[in-house]
Structure formats: structure tokens, C-alpha cells
């Protein structure tokens, strides 16, 4: 696929999500209700498919700082900046389906749930790291920084007691369907997230090249 800028590349990139974005209403469409949420399991679908590549993102970002610490190769700082930022809005997205689906099938919002309140966190340090790194003059330094973005959020997820989530809600289902619904969700939101971010780092270069 040609994502060329100057090329139609915005159209394409566009007519790519719109892609992923009918795919994932079919999916939705036609996924599994669940005995106890019903219908409502579909903002669930959504909430965990968004969360996970936003994970996924500060993973991604988090090994390019590991490599970036050790390397001090200053190529994969703007990979990893692009990468983290984007991940982080997925992340948020993740978080503000959760907040839609607490509404939806519980009727109300709990922003002192435990892991809504982790989830936060992580979040709010993921994007006071990543606001501050350009101001840090040391490559490895930034490596540094971002590679502990995902290893506190796994400690502050690891340390928090579950009350309103379950521990494993699509491992322990017995729906083959409900946990493919979970998997595919993540595989479109995932590509999408992947074509965001070779069209952002597409246009850094063509910027960088005039």
C-alpha cells in the first residue's frame, strides 16, 4: 500500500481505518452476548481490545528505550516517541470505554475502583515521562525513562486488588466465540494503531526532507 503523503497517502491511510473500522463493527455485530452483561459486553469488547494495544504501545516503546539506552542510536528515538504517544492514546481511549462500559452495564461510573485508579496512574506517569523527554539532552537518558514507563505499570497493576474486575474474564469464559471476539478486536485496533504510526513517522520524514 502506498502511504506516500504527497501521493493520496491521506486518503489511503483513511480509507485503511475506515477498513478497520467496518471490519470491527461487523464483529461486534455479530459477536456473542454473555449470560450475565448481554448486550452490554460489547463496550467491554472495545474497552479491552483499546487497553491492551495501548500496552501493547508502551511495551513497543519501553524495549526501543531498552535498545535506545544501550545503543545511544538516536534512529529510534523518534520510533519510540511516535510509538509511546500513540499507545498512550490508545491507552486513554482504553480508559474512557472503561468509564462508558461502567455506566452501561453497571449504572455508574467508579473512579475509586482500584484499577480504574491504577490504570490511571500509570497513564498520568506514562504522559508526564514522555512530555518531559525532549527536554533531557542524553539519548540513553530517554532510553532510560521510557523503558520504566512499562515496568511501573506493571508493578502498579501487579499490586492492585481486584474488587469490580474479574482476574481473568476471557481465558476462564467458555465461549470459544466470545474469547475470538476479544482476540480479533485486538488484532484490528493493533493494525490500526500500526498504520497511525508508520503514517505519522511517513510525514516526519517527508517534513524532515523538504
Request: glycine letters at 10%; hydrophobic letters at 55%; a positive charge.
Amino acid at each position: 500500500m502506498n502511504l506516500d503523503w504527497r501521493r493520496g497517502g491521506t486518503r489511503e491511510f483513511i480509507l485503511a481505518l475506515g477498513g478497520i473500522v467496518a471490519a470491527a463493527a461487523v464483529i461486534l455485530w455479530l459477536a456473542p452476548e454473555e449470560a450475565t452483561l448481554g448486550r452490554g459486553i460489547r463496550s467491554v469488547y472495545v474497552h479491552v481490545a483499546l487497553i491492551w494495544v495501548g500496552i501493547a504501545g508502551f511495551m513497543a516503546a519501553g524495549l526501543l528505550g531498552l535498545g535506545l539506552l544501550f545503543t545511544g542510536d538516536e534512529r529510534l528515538y523518534p520510533w519510540l516517541r511516535t510509538i509511546g504517544w500513540v499507545g498512550a492514546g490508545f491507552f486513554a481511549a482504553g480508559l474512557a470505554m472503561s468509564a462508558i462500559s461502567s455506566q452501561v452495564n453497571w449504572g455508574a461510573v467508579f473512579w475509586q475502583e482500584p484499577r480504574m485508579r491504577s490504570s490511571s496512574t500509570s497513564l498520568a506517569i506514562a504522559l508526564i515521562v514522555m512530555a518531559a523527554l525532549d527536554w533531557f539532552p542524553w539519548l540513553r537518558l530517554r532510553g532510560a525513562l521510557m523503558t520504566a514507563v512499562p515496568l511501573i505499570q506493571f508493578w502498579l497493576n501487579a499490586r492492585t486488588n481486584l474488587v469490580l474486575h474479574p482476574d481473568n474474564p476471557i481465558g476462564a469464559s467458555d465461549s470459544v466465540g466470545i474469547q475470538a471476539t476479544f482476540v480479533e478486536l485486538f488484532l484490528l485496533v493493533g493494525l490500526a494503531a500500526g498504520l497511525l504510526v508508520w503514517q505519522v513517522m511517513r510525514r516526519r520524514r517527508e517534513e524532515v526532507g523538504r
